[in-house]
């Protein structure tokens, strides 16, 4: 269960924890460079003059929420510098930063957070594939808002999970434009009176594929407006920690019920696909010190067209060549490079098995 109150000290973190208060206030009684990502989805402070109304004359449940409203512009400049630099304050030396907002206020967020000294990586537009229409008819339908990625500073570390942002793409590398539905059906989250829990609550998918893609199982994730709790939700699912800031009761108390009720993946579920780069490196000659392969043995090509054996230090002999599996690979295609684990196979009880499948069983018994 969570619990809704103040830090007590900053010795120890509050980890799946809902921090009852002004988010500035509380950051800056945390650890510092405690949290391995922010996810924040500020005040967009709209600027909304009068009620909004469709063209049957209803009335548009509109974000005039006090907390979305500001004196004045600089007002709320500085109210973001002030969570930007409690923010930044509190990440790891790796850590990085999520920021979402419309065009109401993130060129301004953008900006503030360069002069507060993170490094922007990318921006990411959310195409909304079901926005709300325009009912004024004056301007263009606001169909997509924008998230800002940031490292804490330039050349600062950061995770990203290539593969597995491309794996939930079909193959296909993620590009920085995500069309995701709005956040509505079952998913809405009503209070008791059958209204929305919360003006702008955000779907679990664009979290899902915000914290797949920069963390891993086990990270913490901080969101200082934590609103319904969707940040909590996912990343409790998907095996991250994480700290809630709200301070706001009435979303507080609906966050705790909803994420009380989120089961957490088990450890099978929660892994992604790796770089090949991020892998162990495993040297040929390990599969011949430990039998695997005998020096002798005859490696054939993928191809059938070619022949080698091999020695006991892990090197090949074929023909006139003699050097590593990519090496005699490479000559004897007169190619000018081969990746040997995947050019390279023996046979084993009549049956033809590439040599990586020894690598990989190696791969497996490190992790």
Request: proline letters at 5%.
């Amino acid at each position: 269960m969570t619990k809704m109150t103040k830090p007590n000290s900053a010795e120890a973190l509050p980890i799946n924890t809902i921090l009852a208060g002004d988010c500035i206030e509380i950051m800056n009684g945390l650890p510092a460079a405690s949290v391995d990502l922010i996810f924040a989805d500020p005040p967009y402070n709209l600027q909304l003059k009068g009620e909004l109304h469709r063209p049957d004359n209803s009335r548009v449940d509109a974000v005039d929420d006090e907390w979305d409203q500001f004196s004045s512009f600089r007002a709320y400049d500085e109210f973001t510098r002030g969570w930007l630099k409690a923010a930044r304050r509190l990440l790891k030396p790796d850590g990085a930063i999520w920021v979402i907002g419309s065009y109401h206020n993130i060129f301004r967020v953008g900006a503030a957070l360069q002069d507060e000294g993170y490094w922007i990586l990318n921006d990411v537009v959310w195409r909304k594939s079901n926005p709300m229409p325009n009912f004024r008819g004056k301007r263009f339908t606001n169909a997509h808002e924008t998230m800002i990625w940031a490292s804490k500073s330039e050349g600062a570390k950061y995770t990203f999970n290539y593969e597995a942002l491309k794996a939930l793409n079909e193959g296909i590398q993620m590009r920085s434009d995500w069309v995701l539905p709005i956040c509505n059906g079952g998913e809405r989250l009503k209070d008791a009176a059958g209204d929305k829990a919360h003006p702008t609550q955000k779907p679990q998918a664009l979290l899902h594929r915000v914290l797949v893609g920069s963390t891993k199982p086990g990270d913490v994730v901080l969101d200082p407006f934590f609103g319904t709790g969707t940040t909590g939700a996912v990343a409790k699912m998907l095996g991250r920690d994480w700290i809630g800031i709200e301070r706001e009761e009435k979303y507080r108390e609906v966050a705790e019920k909803r994420i009380a009720s989120v089961r957490r993946l088990d450890k099978a579920s929660l892994e992604v696909s790796a770089s090949k780069r991020a892998e162990p490196r495993v040297p040929f000659g390990q599969l011949v010190e430990r039998g695997m392969l005998r020096p002798g043995e005859e490696l054939l090509s993928m191809n059938g067209r070619h022949k080698a054996k091999v020695r006991a230090d892990g090197t090949l002999i074929g023909n006139d060549i003699k050097g590593s599996i990519h090496q005699v690979g490479a000559h004897l295609e007169g190619a000018p490079s081969c990746n040997g684990w995947t050019y390279w196979c023996f046979k084993r009880d009549g049956k033809t098995v590439p040599i990586d499948v020894l690598r990989q069983q190696i791969r497996s018994e490190m992790s």
